[in-house]
């Protein structure tokens, strides 16, 4: 079992930054793929980052391109979505998930998400 705990959300206003983070329990946590994914009111739930375990391989949504990045800390078994220039399109709740496989299309454990909220 993988256990994710999100933190950082927050109230900000459009242009402002946020640091998100999310803490793992896993043991293999450096061969995890580890994503950041979004559900805004009344959306289906998105894609934001992922980070691949294996290779270091990132991949973004083309709505966060240039402005949000993710990065991890296997020492801190800790993944971050650091973004910048927030847009009111930008409020949801951010959810980290994993996929312990490394095959990027098992994201089975997920945290309990956190809240954005980004004011015009």
């Known amino acids: 079992q993988v256990q994710l705990v999100e933190s950082g959300g927050g109230l900000v206003q459009a242009g402002d930054s946020l640091r998100l983070s999310c803490s793992s329990s896993?043991?293999?946590?450096?061969?995890?793929?580890m994503g950041w994914f979004r559900q805004a009111p009344g959306k289906e739930r998105e894609f934001v980052a992922t980070s691949r375990g294996s290779g270091g391989i990132i991949y973004y949504a083309d709505s966060v391109k240039g402005r949000f990045t993710i990065s991890r800390d296997n020492a801190k078994n800790t993944v971050y979505l650091q973004m910048n220039s927030l847009k009111p399109e930008d409020t949801a709740v951010y959810y980290c998930?994993?996929?312990?496989?490394?095959?990027?299309?098992?994201?089975?454990?997920w945290g309990q998400g956190t809240q954005v909220t980004v004011s015009s």
């Open positions: 998930s994993a996929d312990p496989t490394g095959s990027g299309q098992n994201y089975n454990y």
């Open positions: 896993g043991r293999t946590f450096s061969s995890y793929d």
